[in-house]
């Protein structure tokens, strides 16, 4: 059945465009880059509930930049990984901070806020032109998680707003349903009998170490990480070992600090470790939870502690992974960050056999967090460094992502991509972004390509999968 909310991706940007203006004119456009990435977020944990992923989900994505802002580049085989990844809704920080204004000046502009996403996530959930049960049941608990803040901050009343419900056109299962996400170390979705689904008391399938340990030594590069952490999976077996054997062990914390710069794989190792951890039976599922300052701090005393608490319950049984954890304690004494600290600190210490804590950012300010609470250089003290990739480790990247995705270089393009990374590295500076940089570079010559193999009056499957010389850099366009 069609939808009344289906709208092409000019439309759509048109009303997201709309909608968030009017929401400057009353929070003010400073939160505008903060705004696009939370609708992204949102349209990312939207569509795990679609019924499929299409290259319309991709469009519509791209369609959710504020005026002035640049344009999303979302590409269909990115965003399918990244649907994949996605967790519980989440209230943005400043929404926190609205109602906190709202209170003092009686005014509802929260409760407005709640009403425009709605508008937006039904256009979101309809660019397939269905509405399904399931992201109707995501848009409701996104309004009602930000209603329920309003009240308890004691944001006046205000209309209300649409019910997803209303807008359903099929109870098609979801994206997730069809393809469920795999466990570290799992190499495909699980299946259940024929009679049934999984038992609720059946233990978590085990990852495959062997599998977890290929893919660590596969990385590019990181060879003194891969090191560090074989030393620590030694560490963990060994101390079991002496257990088993009715033998003394020594305390052993397994929290770590990730130093380095961004794009550096502190992500992807930390995600390792926890399916490795898993595998040899430190940890009772190994789920990697990723989160920022954004995500356990609030707007106003008390919540900071229950927003903190929220996120260390999810990742009971696996590892907590707080990126730029030094912004934690970069607000002074009254700030909320504090309260997020001592959470954490306590959770490590009420949950030893059950929680992995890594805090990760540059090495400087993450060496003066560690100074700023004495309990947190105590319960850290396993540091692992992440290197800057060098120039080939850049090319490797990103040979390894042109194979993923099934382009090849020609022979002008492949002497080429060696000068070029090796340029990149050498040329790095403050901003330097290591395997995002390689990530981003990918992408646009993926979009250069496309530009100029469409303009072929009949291209073969040879140029659909050629990268050029022309495709690496914007100001050289045509020619082979």
Same mark, same amino acid.
């Given at each position: 059945m069609p939808t009344q909310w289906k709208r092409s991706p000019e439309e759509l940007h048109k009303t997201y465009v709309a909608n968030t203006e009017a929401f400057y004119r009353i929070a003010g456009r400073g939160l505008a880059g903060q705004m696009d990435d939370f609708c992204v977020s949102c349209a990312l944990q939207l569509f795990?509930?679609?019924a499929s992923l299409t290259e319309e989900h991709a469009a519509a994505v791209n369609a959710l930049y504020s005026k002035g802002r640049p344009q999303p580049k979302w590409l269909l085989w990115a965003l399918t990984t990244e649907v994949g990844k996605q967790t519980a809704f989440l209230p943005p920080l400043f929404f926190w901070s609205l109602t906190e204004q709202d209170v003092q000046r009686g005014t509802d502009c929260s409760r407005v806020f709640i009403r425009m996403l709605t508008n937006i996530l039904l256009c979101l959930a309809a660019v397939d032109d269905d509405v399904t049960y399931a992201e109707a049941?995501?848009?409701?608990?996104?309004?009602? /998680?930000?209603?329920?803040?309003?009240?308890?901050?004691?944001?006046? /009343?205000?209309?209300?707003?649409?019910? +997803?419900?209303?807008?359903?056109?099929?109870?098609?299962?979801?994206?997730?349903? /069809?393809?469920?996400?795999?466990? +570290?170390?799992?190499?495909?979705?699980?299946?259940?009998? +024929?009679?049934g689904g999984t038992s609720a008391e059946q233990p978590p399938e085990k990852p495959d170490l062997d599998e977890l340990m290929a893919e660590l030594d596969g990385l590019v590069g990181l060879e003194q990480v891969k090191k560090d952490v074989k030393s620590m999976m030694n560490l963990v077996k060994v101390r079991q070992l002496r257990k088993d054997a009715g033998l003394p062990v020594p305390p052993l914390s397994l929290h770590m600090v990730f130093m380095g710069n961004p794009g550096t794989g502190k992500t992807t190792v930390a995600r390792l470790i926890g399916?490795?951890?898993?595998?040899?039976?430190?940890?009772?599922?190994?789920?990697?939870?990723?989160?920022?300052?954004?995500?356990?701090?609030?707007?106003y005393v008390g919540q900071t502690a229950i927003k903190t608490q929220e996120v260390i319950s999810s990742a009971l049984g696996g590892v907590l992974f707080i990126d730029e954890a030094y912004s934690l304690a970069s607000g002074g004494e009254n700030d909320f960050g504090r309260e997020a600290i001592e959470t954490i600190l306590k959770a490590m210490e009420d949950h030893r056999d059950e929680l992995v804590v890594i805090v990760a950012g540059y090495t400087g300010p993450m060496e003066k967090f560690l100074d700023s609470n004495p309990g947190l250089e105590s319960r850290f003290n396993k540091y692992i460094f992440f290197e800057d990739y060098n120039g080939d480790e850049l090319n490797a990247i990103f040979h390894l992502q042109c194979s993923k995705n099934g382009y090849e270089l020609d022979p002008e393009a492949e002497a080429y991509a060696k000068e070029f990374f090796t340029g990149l590295y050498e040329d790095r500076d403050e901003n330097f972004g290591n395997g995002r940089d390689v990530r981003n570079q990918f992408?646009?010559?993926?979009?250069?390509?496309?530009?100029?193999?469409?303009?072929?009056?009949?291209?073969?499957?040879?140029?659909?999968?050629?990268?050029?010389?022309?495709?690496?850099?914007?100001?050289q366009t045509g020619g082979k």
């Open positions: 795990s509930h679609s049941e995501y848009i409701t608990e996104c309004a009602d /998680k930000l209603s329920a803040l309003c009240d308890s901050a004691g944001v006046k /009343k205000g209309k209300p707003g649409l019910r +997803a419900a209303d807008f359903v056109t099929s109870a098609e299962p979801s994206f997730l349903e /069809k393809n469920p996400p795999r466990a +570290a170390g799992q190499t495909g979705p699980a299946q259940a009998e +024929a009679g399916g490795l951890y898993a595998a040899i039976g430190a940890l009772s599922k190994g789920q990697l939870i990723e989160v920022d300052r954004s995500g356990l701090v609030a707007g992408e646009d010559m993926v979009v250069r390509q496309a530009d100029r193999v469409a303009a072929m009056e009949a291209p073969s499957k040879e140029d659909l999968v050629r990268f050029t010389k022309a495709d690496f850099l914007p100001e």
